[in-house]
């Protein structure tokens, strides 16, 4: 698969192995992914209301707990931990690694629950991985961070990670909810009309491109130069249980820019969130077998994207559940990647708003 990863100035990176079209990189301050006991038995007194409690904060960084959680069936799990300080070295305030297992293939959502002090540093990021590759991440957004991922039968790697320009000024505890999901059943496809429609790409289908994406590169994100490329403002406010469509089309055009981006036409639409809103889940669907990808990213925040359908494969329908501000902007990014066929390809963005507590 080909997951973007963040692009913070303020994450450590360890390389993980390409795979796919895009290939893909990991700046999340990873562990080195070679488990204490190879899914043996927690080393630490579970606490209420947790399947594995965090015991080894002095090298968890290098070497992930074994929390001994075996993922299958209906059963959520919950891994919980503390950022602590102490330990702050360079950007990276802490990093807490756990091993994992699914034993039956399935779709789970990953989320991270905190409190809104966490979300005052830098940045903070869950994600798994398999060893080489990033299998998904989510990025804390005030209290929480969210990601969903299908997973088939394996050992995987939980990462946590925090940084700042320094230490916060007490630990903070947090919480990763491991839960069963069925991404078939939220945000559907929305076959009502448009909310909007792509309108103004231009003669050369580049006036709304805005962003340059190349997951091989560094950065792996940059502004298009010309001064006329802007994204495109829906006019779309998400609110809570409210479902939205955007439809488009990725012409065959590639422009080559200094960076080697990897797409073909590039569509950039403005969004904003209700006052309610901190969720949303995204389903991509387009026409034809074309290898279509979406990037999430703040309002002129291109240093990080904050989640997206990114997959190698040829087909429709990719889905994402992202954490977001509310009353915030946000760009979606729409492209083809490189020598995809057949091309022009319409296609749609089903947009869902939700309300999320975090416990």
């Not at 080393?43 to 959680?69: L, M, V, Y």
């Not at 950065?219 to 469509?245: F, H, K």
Request: aromatic share 8%; charged share 15%.
């Amino acid at each position: 698969m080909r997951f973007p990863r963040l692009a913070l100035a303020l994450v450590t990176a360890l390389p993980l192995a390409a795979c796919g079209g895009g290939g893909s990189s990991n700046p999340d301050a990873k562990v080195n992914n070679t488990p204490d006991t190879a899914m043996g038995t927690p080393d630490a007194p579970i606490a209420a209301g947790c399947d594995f409690t965090e015991a080894a904060d002095a090298t968890n960084d290098a070497t992930p707990e074994a929390s001994a959680i075996a993922l299958g069936g209906a059963a959520a799990k919950t891994v919980c931990g503390t950022i602590n300080t102490g330990h702050f070295d360079t950007s990276t305030v802490d990093l807490d690694g756990y091993a994992f297992s699914v034993t039956t293939a399935g779709d789970f959502l990953f989320r991270l629950d905190t409190s809104p002090a966490a979300g005052a540093l830098a940045n903070v990021v869950v994600s798994i991985d398999d060893g080489q590759t990033g299998l998904g991440f989510g990025v804390l957004q005030v209290d929480h961070g969210v990601f969903s991922s299908s997973l088939p039968a394996g050992d995987y790697f939980l990462s946590v990670v925090a940084n700042d320009a320094g230490d916060p000024a007490a630990p903070i505890d947090y919480k990763v909810k491991i839960l069963p999901d069925t991404p078939a059943t939220r945000c559907p496809t929305i076959t009502a009309t448009a909310n909007y429609t792509e309108a103004h790409d231009g003669a050369a289908s580049a006036d709304n491109d805005v962003v340059y994406v190349n997951f091989n590169s560094a950065p792996q994100y940059a502004l298009t130069p010309s001064t006329t490329d802007l994204p495109e403002d829906s006019g779309i406010v998400v609110a809570p249980a409210t479902s939205y469509r955007i439809s488009g089309s990725s012409a065959n055009v590639n422009v080559a820019p200094p960076n080697g981006d990897e797409y073909n036409d590039r569509d950039t639409f403005t969004i904003a969130t209700g006052a309610a809103t901190n969720e949303l889940e995204i389903r991509f669907n387009w026409a034809g077998t074309a290898d279509m990808d979406f990037l999430v990213f703040p309002e002129n925040g291109i240093d990080s994207d904050i989640g997206g359908g990114t997959a190698v494969h040829d087909g429709e329908d990719e889905f994402a559940t992202i954490a977001v501000k509310p009353s915030s902007k946000y760009w979606i990014w729409v492209g083809a990647y490189d020598a995809s066929t057949p091309l022009p390809a319409a296609y749609d963005l089903s947009i869902c708003g939700k309300t999320y507590t975090a416990n």
